[in-house]
């Protein structure tokens, strides 16, 4: 069984087009952490929870940039696996991952037995 079987096309376009967006994304936060100065609005150093909300946000976009961060990671290997022929199977067991599952979540690496296991 070849990896013909599945449509991998469909799915390359999906993660390609999630890649774009996620690079976007990437930017955007980074920006938006680099230059405060322009985007502080009408902050006042002088009140208290203004400068309690600035620091929330930018543990927010901390967090965000880390999340992205990583999935831009699983997308850009799943698309290495694509080219490799080894899209669709668990990275961990080596079976077919479910198709439903890939439908789902395109970019996974593990069939949902083992990311189960590793959640756990
Ligand atoms: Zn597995």
Do not use: W
Not at 45 to 68: G, I, K, Q, W, Y
Not at 71 to 97: M, N, P, S, T
């Amino acid at each position: 069984m070849t990896t013909e079987m599945m449509d991998t096309n469909s799915l390359r376009q999906r993660l390609s087009d999630l890649r774009v967006r996620l690079l976007a994304e990437l930017n955007h936060v980074r920006d938006g952490a680099d230059d405060g100065s322009g985007q502080m609005g009408d902050f006042d150093p002088n009140h208290p929870a203004d400068m309690a909300t600035e620091m929330f946000e930018r543990e927010m976009s901390e967090t965000l940039t880390e999340n992205v961060e990583e999935l831009l990671h699983k997308v850009q290997r799943a698309l290495a696996r694509i080219e490799q022929g080894k899209y669709g199977l668990c990275e961990d067991c080596g079976k077919a991952i479910a198709q439903a599952r890939l439908e789902t979540v395109p970019y996974t690496s593990f069939c949902i037995t083992c990311q189960a296991r590793q959640e756990s």
